[in-house]
């Protein structure tokens, strides 16, 4: 059986943020390896019991590099997440 890539020791850090209506991840891969990492941002819709929820595109986090990914909400950001997948 092969060896694990090392892409499971998670090459990867992406840390998701909110502030008011903003939502927003920081990305960096921290080997030689590219991933791609999506944005999922949670907003409060006024006068509703439920949240809308956006998802972003796949972004590619360069090897060795970092990546800003932004999102935007009318009203309030109540969420943020980030998900990984290897490229």
Known sequence: MAAPTALAAAPKVCTAHKAN??????????NSQAYWARLTTDCDIPGSDSN???VGRWELVPAGGDLTISGNCTFKAVKATVTWRPY
């Open 21 to 30: 209506t903003a939502t927003w991840a920081n990305c960096k891969s921290t």
């Open 52 to 54: 809308h929820t956006t």
